[in-house]
């Protein structure tokens, strides 16, 4: 008995489904000329920075003295690195690369008239061509300590204020 009703069920089957096909093609979307082209590789977009000049972090002793006493920490100091680099990571994957270095280059210029290449070469640990948060945080450790003339982990005002010395250069 289940295998007559099995038998009599799939040719039933097969015309409810053939029922609905009418001949017609289904429509997907907007006519396509076969002959339109379509560039391989889609044009560069400017490098940009959603950072304004004003914004940048280590810019202005009185937005890193965030404990407003007078002096910027060490630890201060590099949470204002870190919001830098969170800042100029525009493809948000954890890495700078020199498209976005150059993207950033005023407010890298802020930084001891540092350019892009210059960052890379003394920054880039790996050599890979991008800097990661750990080798930006390292670089601006060391800065930090440059800054910091007499050593006693804060840096005053007059410290920001005198001329700093040149990051080192890349071996």
């Known amino acids: 008995m289940l295998r007559k009703s099995t038998m009599l069920l799939a040719p039933l089957c097969a015309a409810l489904l053939l029922a609905g096909c009418d001949g017609k093609e289904k429509e997907t979307g907007?006519?396509?000329?076969?002959?339109?082209?379509?560039?391989?590789?889609?044009?560069?977009?400017?490098?940009?920075?959603?950072?304004?000049?004003?914004?940048?972090?280590?810019?202005d002793f009185a937005r890193l003295d965030a404990a407003r006493d007078g002096a910027i920490s060490s630890a201060e100091y590099a949470q204002g690195a870190q919001t830098l680099f969170e800042m100029m990571d525009l493809k948000q994957n954890g890495n700078l690369d020199a498209d976005q270095l150059r993207a950033g280059a005023a407010m890298l210029a802020e930084i001891d008239g540092l350019t892009p290449q210059v960052l890379?070469?003394?920054?880039?640990?790996?050599?890979?061509?991008?800097l990661t948060l750990s080798e930006w945080m390292a670089f601006n450790n060391?800065?930090?300590?440059?800054?910091?003339?007499n050593g006693d982990g804060m840096v005053s005002r007059a410290e920001w204020d005198a001329p700093h010395p040149a990051p080192p250069q890349a071996p």
């Not at 060391?142 to 003339?149: G, K, P």
């Open 142 to 149: 060391a800065r930090f300590s440059m800054i910091d003339r």
């Open 120 to 130: 890379l070469n003394v920054a880039d640990a790996d050599g890979d061509g991008k």
């Open 30 to 59: 907007p006519d396509v000329s076969p002959t339109a082209s379509i560039p391989a590789i889609a044009a560069p977009e400017p490098a940009v920075t959603s950072v304004p000049l004003a914004a940048n972090p280590l810019a």
